[in-house]
């Protein structure tokens, strides 16, 4: 028997191994390397489905054109503007997107896989909005069928507030101040539907006028979603009204109001319209719609 021989199969076999585990070694080596690269790129390319289909919603109640122009702005922001597999636009309710693109792998090609194709999905709605921080203290009954982009009067009178349509509410606390910031700058508080607040009572006239003329000076353009000249009311629905006085209210919508003018020093109304707009805050089950709703992702 020939000694040599037998060392000569050994390291044949050694070898064999070495190269067997070499390969796979270089196999999990690529999967990591290829599987970070497209976890990255899944990630990218779905988080350009998202602020597109979220960007485009925001004129869900305005145009279609707009939608779509709107989402392929987004996506050329994104360089992803190639990607576009499949765009429906559902005018009031929703946008959905698809994107698709091949990713040129590094090591798996070694393997004869140079690329794999990624996708991702991504739908948003609009809903009325049932949840918000912002809120103005002023209020309307839920029993008003708004005609938008028509007058409406809020009557605060000297002494009290006409709460028959109409409520001036007490959101963070009673007092002058307290409601005059509030009606300014919007609650730093959330309120929700289903929840009660008081009416605000007392002398608010001053306090009125003077967040009123602050407000008109902060910009003209209702539709701007930065215009603090509209403000975010809720929609309520009276708790035992006894007569045309109503001492608590239950939240069940929100509605925009954006105020048309100033108050004249003799006078007493709040001259607003209401307006379909996008806003802040969150969809709730079961909130009823008023002009104001929000847009989120969809599963």
Do not use: W
Request: charged share 25%; proline share 3%; with cysteine.
């Amino acid at each position: 028997m020939n000694p040599f021989r037998h060392v000569k199969n050994e390291r044949g076999n050694v070898l064999m191994i070495v190269s067997l585990g070499f390969t796979t070694f270089l196999g999990m080596v690529g999967l990591v390397i290829d599987g970070g690269m497209f976890y990255m790129e899944k990630t990218s390319l779905q988080k350009a489905a998202n602020a597109a289909v979220l960007s485009g919603a925001q004129e869900l109640m305005e145009d279609e054109m707009e939608v779509e122009l709107i989402v392929d702005e987004v996506l050329d922001q994104h360089g992803e503007a190639a990607s576009v597999d499949q765009l429906a636009v559902f005018m009031e309710e929703r946008v959905t997107l698809t994107l698709s693109r091949d990713m040129q792998t590094a090591f798996m090609m070694i393997f004869g896989i140079d690329a794999v194709e990624i996708t991702a999905e991504a739908k948003a709605g609009i809903g009325p909005v049932g949840r918000a921080d912002g809120v103005a203290p002023l209020g309307i009954d839920e029993s008003i069928e708004l005609e938008y982009e028509e007058e409406y009067l809020l009557r605060v009178d000297e002494e009290d507030v006409d709460t028959g349509n109409f409520g001036i509410l007490a959101l963070e606390g009673k007092g002058a101040n307290t409601y005059e910031d509030t009606l300014k700058y919007g609650s730093e508080e959330e309120f929700s539907i289903g929840e009660i607040v008081g009416t605000q009572t007392g002398n608010i006239a001053n306090p009125t006028r003077r967040a009123i003329d602050h407000l008109i000076s902060l910009c003209d353009d209702p539709y701007d979603r930065q215009c603090g000249r509209t403000i975010l009311i809720p929609v309520y629905k009276p708790i035992d009204p006894v007569g045309n006085q109503v001492k608590e209210v239950e939240i069940t919508g929100f509605a925009h109001f954006y105020i048309l003018e100033p108050l004249d020093p003799k006078d007493t109304k709040i001259r607003g319209k209401f307006i379909e707009r996008t806003t802040h805050g969150y969809v709730e089950e079961g909130a009823i719609y008023r002009g104001a709703f929000t847009i989120s992702l969809m599963e």
